[in-house]
């Protein structure tokens, strides 16, 4: 029996040191890897200072309106992954893409992702590259907190929103993550920091993107190499593990009653009958019932909508824009 025991034993000290051997060798390729994919990372777009730490906001375009680009969790180069979508409104107007704290080109800031300090971060930056507001703010999932948040604050600096399947503020209350999901979340970022995310590529970046024809070659490679720097980092983190308070917070405010919303729900035919789905679109509607000028759209497609339907979310747009939104600006 001791002889087992003295066996089993050895077997795991050689079990564990066998994993953390591979970990550590995995952490170092992983670093070598961000060491040479490091020189494709030129900066593209303004870096601008807050908080003793840079942000990244991509400008293109010329026009009346500014459309600010707000990407959703974990959507870690938006620059490149929302490309197919802002090229569509540069013909008439300019685009703001906001890399907040955490993505692109900007820095991890490692701080408390609460509400405030998101978009007063978002507000200054844009400032500081150049974009004055009213904005049309396009948020993305996640993002749809701040959006609305930033409608409930300062109304007077969003002349629109166009809602791309945003997350609303009582959906994260209602169905606020549970414990075992934090844990996951805090789990899937060890992992990354360790370096692990570089054996699941699939998983680090959108493969839709790469197939689609509006990155070059090198675009691409930029993509994915901002992909595998950024993956899940603890900005990333943060954002979801507040996303409750972040959305409380919102929910005790009145809702932006004057700020037109387009929203863009996309219904997945494999999911069009879910209850899921179906509740989403009810979310939606109510809310929209609440504002003084809003329209509900279903587009057939994935989550990640923008990838898919960039035309018809573009003209959806500025329908709404000019027939509900200017429209209603002009004197009679």
Same mark, same amino acid.
């Given at each position: 029996?001791? =002889?087992?025991?003295? @066996?089993? %034993?050895?077997?795991?000290?050689?079990?564990?040191?066998?994993?953390?051997?591979?970990?550590?060798?995995? *952490?170092?390729?992983?670093?070598?890897?961000?060491?040479?994919?490091?020189?494709?990372?030129?900066?593209?777009?303004?870096?601008?200072?807050?908080?003793?730490?840079?942000?990244?906001?991509? &400008?293109?375009?010329?026009?009346?309106?500014?459309?600010?680009?707000? /990407?959703?969790?974990?959507?870690?180069?938006?620059?490149?992954?929302?490309?197919?979508?802002?090229?569509?409104?540069?013909?008439?107007?300019?685009?703001?893409?906001?890399?907040?704290?955490?993505?692109?080109?900007?820095?991890?800031?490692?701080?408390?992702?609460?509400?405030?300090?998101?978009?007063?971060?978002?507000?200054?930056?844009?400032?500081?590259?150049?974009?004055?507001?009213?904005?049309?703010?396009?948020?993305?999932?996640?993002?749809?907190?701040?959006?609305?948040?930033?409608?409930?604050?300062? #109304?007077?600096?969003?002349?629109?929103?166009? /809602?791309?399947?945003?997350?609303? #503020?009582?959906?994260? @209350? =209602?169905?606020?993550?549970?414990?075992?999901?934090?844990?996951?979340?805090?789990?899937?970022?060890?992992? =990354?920091?360790?370096?692990?995310?570089?054996? @699941? #590529?699939?998983?680090?970046? $959108?493969? !839709? @993107?790469?197939?689609?024809?509006?990155?070059?070659?090198?675009?691409?490679?930029?993509?994915?190499?901002?992909?595998?720097?950024?993956? *899940? &980092?603890?900005?990333?983190?943060?954002?979801?593990?507040?996303?409750?308070? $972040?959305?409380? %917070?919102?929910? &005790?405010?009145?809702?932006?009653? !004057?700020?037109?919303?387009? *929203?863009?729900? /996309?219904?997945?035919?494999?999911?069009?009958?879910?209850?899921?789905?179906?509740?989403?679109?009810?979310?939606?509607?109510?809310? /929209?019932?609440?504002?003084?000028?809003?329209?509900?759209?279903?587009?057939?497609?994935?989550?990640?909508?923008?990838?898919?339907?960039?035309?018809?979310?573009?003209?959806?747009?500025?329908? *709404?824009?000019?027939? %509900?939104?200017?429209?209603? !600006?002009?004197?009679?």
């Amino acid at each position: 029996m001791k =002889t087992i025991c003295k @066996v089993v %034993k050895k077997l795991m000290i050689w079990l564990i040191a066998v994993i953390l051997l591979g970990l550590v060798s995995i *952490f170092s390729y992983h670093h070598y890897q961000l060491m040479k994919e490091s020189a494709l990372l030129t900066d593209e777009g303004s870096l601008v200072k807050v908080n003793d730490k840079k942000i990244n906001v991509y &400008n293109e375009g010329d026009g009346k309106d500014t459309y600010v680009l707000m /990407a959703g969790s974990g959507i870690a180069a938006p620059i490149y992954e929302m490309k197919g979508l802002y090229s569509k409104f540069l013909v008439e107007n300019k685009i703001a893409v906001m890399e907040r704290a955490g993505y692109g080109y900007s820095d991890v800031f490692n701080d408390a992702r609460d509400i405030d300090t998101m978009l007063e971060q978002t507000r200054e930056a844009l400032l500081q590259s150049g974009n004055k507001p009213p904005y049309i703010l396009m948020p993305h999932s996640l993002s749809g907190i701040e959006a609305i948040y930033w409608a409930q604050k300062y #109304p007077q600096e969003i002349k629109a929103i166009i /809602a791309l399947d945003i997350g609303l #503020p009582q959906q994260y @209350v =209602t169905h606020k993550m549970s414990l075992a999901n934090r844990w996951t979340v805090r789990g899937v970022n060890l992992l =990354t920091e360790l370096g692990l995310h570089r054996l @699941v #590529p699939e998983m680090t970046y $959108n493969p !839709e @993107v790469m197939k689609q024809s509006f990155l070059t070659k090198e675009e691409k490679e930029i993509y994915k190499a901002i992909s595998f720097k950024q993956f *899940f &980092n603890n900005d990333m983190k943060e954002e979801l593990l507040h996303a409750y308070e $972040n959305s409380q %917070k919102s929910i &005790n405010l009145p809702k932006p009653k !004057e700020t037109p919303i387009l *929203f863009i729900d /996309a219904i997945a035919e494999q999911n069009k009958n879910s209850k899921y789905t179906k509740q989403q679109s009810k979310d939606y509607r109510d809310f /929209a019932k609440q504002l003084n000028t809003s329209e509900v759209v279903e587009v057939s497609g994935t989550h990640s909508i923008y990838l898919y339907k960039p035309d018809e979310i573009y003209d959806l747009s500025q329908a *709404f824009i000019k027939s %509900k939104v200017d429209k209603k !600006e002009r004197p009679k």
